[in-house]
């Protein structure tokens, strides 16, 4: 491979990924170099795969998918000063435009004009170099593996979620799903000093995994309700994104508590509107996360949350198809790493 040239796996079509020979990235002002090492994949890449948009963001031309990257610092453009080339880094992929009145008020998240990795039309990280803005590409300490490094991403999600839903010391907190956001929900809510931590799934052996990350309820629903478990928690962090479930779960909140929906669902959910005004339960969604990146990378440092245990299965940048539907062949699975230098 040319020294100005790189591979990438590129979405022509739905279930249509092919391999390319793209031009190497250049990084612009303030930006920097990535050789990535490590990238997670995620629901919505599955997503995009099988169905070609989500909601409103539709893939309309060619696409590099993968937005939970992780990799070394190559080099360095004009004014960007924060990396030393050599220098680990978690990557946050979202860039927004720094001006706008969402972005002042700390809500980068929100900006309208975000450029994020790996939704249309801006290309993502299964390839093998990318350029991003200095200032979320976080450096990671030496002890953390180019995994962990690549799930700060998902991590991130959780811390979050966490903060949105204001989880404290003593906190009864109830995690609807036990996918790789739901396990990071439960690790990040014991982490911010939850006492009970109730998961639940469909899946035995996510839930299994749930018990061994530190729930200490894991609830399989296909065998018991949730109501019947006389669970009621302060905090409800809905990670399933099934609108029954969210229903059910909303129910068994108790006064004063808070959800917050973090799984992707349907476009509606039935809300049980008359338990939530009489018991003044709070309610809001969470959209990706902002200014997460230290707190997640310090949790995941200190071994309070375990990032490596939740990787299933590594697959090479030819591999990405395979990657992207290995969770439909495997029930276990939690979380799909591609490294496309390999």
Known sequence: MAEHTMRAAVLHDIGKITIEERSRPRPGPREVLVRVAAVGTCGSDVHYYEHGRIGDFVVESPLILGHEPAGTVTAAGPD???????????LEPG??????????????????????FGTP???GAFCEYVTLHEEFAHPVPDGLSDD???????????????????VAPGARVLVTGAGP?????????????ATDVMVTD???????????LGATAALDVRHTALPEAGFEPDVLLECSGHPLAIAEAVRAVGRA??????????????????????????VTGTF???????????????????????????????????????????????????????
């Open 80 to 90: 960007a000063r924060r990396h030393r080339p050599g220098q680990r880094v978690s």
């Open 95 to 116: 860039v927004p435009d720094f001006t706008c009145p969402q972005c002042r008020a700390g809500r980068y998240n929100l900006c309208p004009k975000m450029r994020f």
């Open 121 to 123: 039309p801006i290309d």
């Open 148 to 166: 962990a490094a690549a799930l700060i991403e998902p991590l991130s999600v959780g811390v979050w979620a966490c903060r949105k839903a204001r």
């Open 181 to 193: 956001v739901g396990l990071l929900c439960l690790q990040t809510a014991r982490a911010f000093g």
């Open 202 to 212: 469909v899946n035995p052996a996510r839930l299994a995994l749930a018990r061994d």
């Open 257 to 282: 508590g808070r959800v917050v929906l973090v799984g992707m669902g349907g476009e509606q959910i039935p809300l049980p509107l008359s338990h939530v005004q009489t018991r003044e339960i709070q």
């Open 288 to 342: 990706r996360y902002a200014g997460t990146w230290p707190a997640a990378i310090a949790l995941a440092a200190s071994g309070r949350v375990q990032l490596d245990v939740l990787v299933s299965g590594h697959y090479g940048l030819a591999d990405v198809e395979q990657a992207l539907t290995a969770g439909a062949r495997d029930p276990a699975l939690v979380k799909a790493v591609v490294r496309p230098q390999e």
